[in-house]
C-alpha cells in the first residue's frame, strides 16, 4: 500500500520552524498590536510597520517564500507540502503575509512562475517574490456576474503595438499600493467558445487610466478590497500573458491551486476557532463543573472536529491530485465548498461557547467570523461549486453507470 500520512523530514523540518516562527514572533507581534489599537482594530500603518519588521525575520529564519522554487528565493515545497504550511501560517492572522504566501500574490506568482515569458517573469515575478512589490488580480466587475467571466465588459482594442483598455472592476484585492495587476479583458467578443475572448494583461501600477475609486467598505471593513475605473489605459502588446484569448483558461488555472490554499490558511484559522472553543470549555465552570461536560456542548465539539478532520483530508486528496497531475476539478470543489463552510460554523460555535465574550471584540472571533463569511463567495460561491460537482457526477454517472470518478475517484 502506497498511503502514507507521515510527512518527509525536509518538510516537517519547515513545519516545525513556522509554527515556531508564528508562536515567538508573529503571534506576540499582533497581541501587542491588539493591545495598543482601540476596539482591536490596528491601524493600517502599524499593520503595514509590523509585516515589514517581521519579514525581515522570516528571512533570517528561512521561512520566506515556501511556495516558490529554490532558484526564486523559496523553499522549493510543492502544493501538498504548501497544505501543512500554510496551515500553520494562518493560525495567527497576518502570518501569511510575513511569509510572502497571501493571497492573491501567491496565486499571482505561481501563474507568473508557468504562465509568463522570461522577461516578463523578470520584471514582475522578480520583484514580488523578493517582497519589493506586491500585486492584485483584477477579473470581477460590478455590472456582470463574476460567477460566469464570459460576460466580462472590460475591453481591450489594439492599437499596432498597444492595446487600449477601458471598464470597471470590483472587489479587486490588494489594489491599493499594488505594483502591477494581472487584468483581465475582452480581446475578442466573438470568439467560439465565448471562454476563448478573454485575454490576461500585466499592467505596471500606478497607471494613467487606472483610478482606485475607492476601497470597498464591507462588513469586515476596509480590506482593501478595491473598486477600479479603467478609462483608456494603455498596455503594450508585449504585457499579454499567457497568450490571447487564454485569459479564461489562465484565470482557471491559477485559480485551483489558489482556491486551494485559501483552504489551507482557513485549516489554520478553523483550528484556532476550536482551540478556543475548547479551552472555554474546559475553563468556564456552570453548576458546579467546567462547561466541557455539557453535552450541547460536546457536540459542538464533536461536530467540529468531524468536519475540521474531513476538511484536512479533503484538501490533502486535492493538492496530491494537483500534484501528480491528475484531474482535480472536482476534488478542489469539494474542497472550497467544505472548507468555507466549516470556517463558518466552526467560529460561529465558538462564539456560541465564549456567550457575551465571545460577542465582544475582546477576542479576536468576532473578527474572524465576519472575514469567514467572504470564504463562501470568494473564488466561487458555494452554489457554483455545488453546481459543478453535480454536472461531474451526473456525467459519471451516464458514462460509467458508476459514481466513483466523481466522488474522489478512490476505488472504495
Ligand atoms: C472579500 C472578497 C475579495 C475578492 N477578491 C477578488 C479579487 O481579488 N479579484 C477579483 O477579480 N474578484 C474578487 N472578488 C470577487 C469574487 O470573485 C466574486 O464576488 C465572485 O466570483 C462572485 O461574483 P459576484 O459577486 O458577481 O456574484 P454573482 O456572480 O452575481 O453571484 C451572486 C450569487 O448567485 C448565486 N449563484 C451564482 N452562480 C450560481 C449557479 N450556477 N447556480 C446557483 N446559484 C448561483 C450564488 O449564491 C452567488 O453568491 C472578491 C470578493 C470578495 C467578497
Redesign the pocket.
Known amino acids: 500500500m502506497a498511503i502514507d500520512f507521515t510527512l518527509p523530514p525536509d518538510v516537517e523540518a519547515v513545519r516545525l520552524r513556522v509554527r515556531e516562527f508564528m508562536d515567538t514572533e508573529v503571534r506576540p507581534a499582533e497581541e501587542k498590536l491588539r493591545a495598543n489599537a482601540p476596539n482591536g482594530e490596528p491601524a493600517r500603518r502599524d499593520v503595514v510597520a509590523m509585516i515589514i519588521e517581521l519579514r525581515q525575520r522570516a528571512k533570517e529564519s528561512e521561512v520566506w517564500l515556501p511556495h516558490m522554487p529554490v532558484e526564486w528565493g523559496g523553499l522549493g515545497l510543492g502544493i501538498t507540502a504548501m497544505a501543512f504550511v500554510s496551515a500553520e501560517a494562518a493560525r495567527t492572522s497576518f502570518g501569511p503575509f510575513v511569509l510572502n504566501a497571501q ?2 500574490d501567491e496565486g499571482n506568482q505561481h501563474t507568473l512562475l508557468h504562465h509568463a515569458t522570461p522577461e516578463q517573469q523578470e520584471r514582475y515575478l522578480r520583484p514580488s517574490v523578493e517582497g519589493r512589490v506586491r500585486s ?7 455590472e ?5 467571466p464570459t460576460g466580462i465588459r472590460t475591453t481591450a482594442v489594439l492599437h499596432g503595438d498597444e492595446w487600449l483598455i477601458n471598464g470597471h ?6 489594489a491599493r499600493g499594488a505594483g502591477f495587476a494581472i487584468l ?1 479583458a475582452k480581446t475578442d467578443p466573438d470568439a467560439d467558445p465565448p471562454q476563448a475572448s478573454n485575454t490576461a494583461f500585466l499592467v505596471d501600477l500606478p497607471a494613467d487610466g487606472w483610478e482606485v475609486v475607492r476601497d470597498v467598505e ?1 462588513m ?1 471593513g476596509r ?1 482593501n ?1 478595491c473598486e477600479i475605473r479603467i478609462t483608456d489605459l494603455r498596455v503594450p502588446n508585449a504585457n499579454v500573458l499567457g497568450g490571447r484569448g487564454n485569459g479564461h483558461l489562465l484565470g482557471q488555472a491559477r485559480l485551483g491551486p489558489a482556491r486551494l490554499a485559501h483552504c489551507m490558511r482557513w485549516i489554520g484559522q478553523i483550528e484556532t476557532a476550536l482551540e478556543m472553543l475548547v479551552d472555554r470549555a474546559e475553563q468556564r465552570q456552570l453548576h458546579g463543573e467546567p462547561l466541557a461536560e455539557k453535552q450541547a456542548i460536546q457536540w459542538m465539539m464533536a461536530d467540529s472536529a468531524m468536519e475540521l478532520y474531513t476538511a484536512k483530508l479533503m484538501v490533502l486528496h486535492a493538492a496530491y491530485k494537483i500534484e501528480h497531475g491528475l484531474p482535480f476539478r472536482q476534488e478542489v470543489s469539494f474542497a472550497k465548498h467544505h472548507v468555507a463552510n466549516t470556517l463558518w460554523r466552526v467560529v460561529d460555535r465558538a462564539i456560541q461557547v465564549h456567550g457575551a465574550l465571545g460577542y465582544s471584540t475582546d477576542t479576536p472571533l468576532e473578527m474572524m467570523l465576519r472575514h469567514a463569511r ?1 470564504a ?9 461549486h ?2 459543478l460537482i453535480a454536472r461531474n457526477l451526473r456525467a459519471a454517472y451516464a458514462e460509467s453507470g458508476s459514481v466513483g470518478a466523481a466522488t474522489g475517484d478512490l476505488e472504495l
Do not use: N, Y
Request: charged letters at 20%.
Open positions: 493571497a492573491p492584485c488580480f483584477a477579473m470581477t466587475e460590478p456582470v456576474p463574476g460567477s460566469d472592476k470590483w472587489f479587486i484585492s490588494g483581465i464591507t469586515a480590506g478590497h467572504s463562501r463567495l470568494v473564488d466561487g460561491a458555494d452554489e457554483v455545488q453546481a
